[in-house]
């Protein structure tokens, strides 16, 4: 069964940092380029990160840029999204999704989601 | 930044046809991708590419395209259809998302 699943969130105090892991298994994952995208709560869905699935192309969201870091470890079938300075609004639910391609082109569409990790950003 | 603009709502009865609909400019050069959305669920992929559906995905769901605007249409609507509806599409620098239609069925 193709599954992806979050870990890491939590409550953190703005300015904190936090470090999320997407595992992924029944697919060969080192084949498909991989996305995060949030939401938070009562809103619509916000395309975070993505990265190929070498490591050689790399995006982020404006919102985010320069205070996360998206990586992975073909070897571990894992996905990670480094979270540091956050803000409220950065309070979400996060999900991993895989994207439908290897490429290093960032508009494709993402068939395979996670069931999502919330983080909450507050004092 | 590039934006995508889908209706807030849109409400139809059982048996109809429900059409949604997502514009940008960007989208005769882009692919839109569609995704279905339930309560305290993950998002699902319904329509890939404009119009391809994915396996696993029943026939009454279909995308099409046409100048800067995709359509997602459901004919025969469920009740089970009810659900928050994302496009998804393109920018220079990554993917941009709709604002969401909640889709009602009366």
């Known amino acids: 069964e193709v599954q992806l699943v979050e870990s890491g969130g939590g409550l953190v105090k703005p300015g904190g940092s936090l470090r999320l892991s997407c595992a992924a298994s029944?697919?060969?994952?080192?084949?498909?380029?991989m996305n995060w995208v949030r939401q938070a709560p009562g809103k619509g869905l916000e395309w975070v990160s993505s990265?190929?699935?070498?490591?050689?192309?790399?995006y982020y969201a404006d919102s985010v840029k320069g205070r996360f870091t998206i990586s992975r470890d073909n070897a571990k079938n894992s996905l990670y999204l480094q979270m540091n300075s956050l803000r409220a609004e950065d309070t979400a639910v996060y999900y991993c999704?895989?994207?439908?391609?290897?490429?290093?082109?960032?508009?494709?569409?993402?068939?395979?989601w996670g069931q999502g990790t919330t983080v909450t950003v507050s004092s | 930044s590039y934006e995508l603009t889908q209706p807030p709502s849109v409400s139809v009865s059982p048996g109809q046809t429900a059409r949604i609909t997502c514009s940008g400019d960007?989208?005769?050069?882009?692919?839109a991708y569609w995704y279905q959305q339930k309560p305290g669920q993950a998002p699902v992929l319904v329509i890939y590419k404009d119009s391809e559906r994915p396996s696993g995905i029943p026939e009454r769901f279909s995308g099409s395209s046409s100048g800067t605007t995709v359509t997602l249409t459901i004919s025969g609507v469920q009740a089970e259809d009810e659900a928050d509806y994302y496009c998804q599409s393109a920018d220079s620098s990554g993917k941009v998302f709709g604002g969401g239609t909640k889709l009602t069925v009366l």
């Open positions: 990265i190929s699935s070498s490591s050689s192309y790399i």
């Open positions: 999704a895989r994207d439908l391609a290897s490429s290093g082109y960032a508009g494709n569409g993402m068939d395979v």
């Open positions: 029944g697919f060969t994952f080192s084949s498909y380029s």
């Open positions: 960007a989208l005769p050069k882009q692919y």
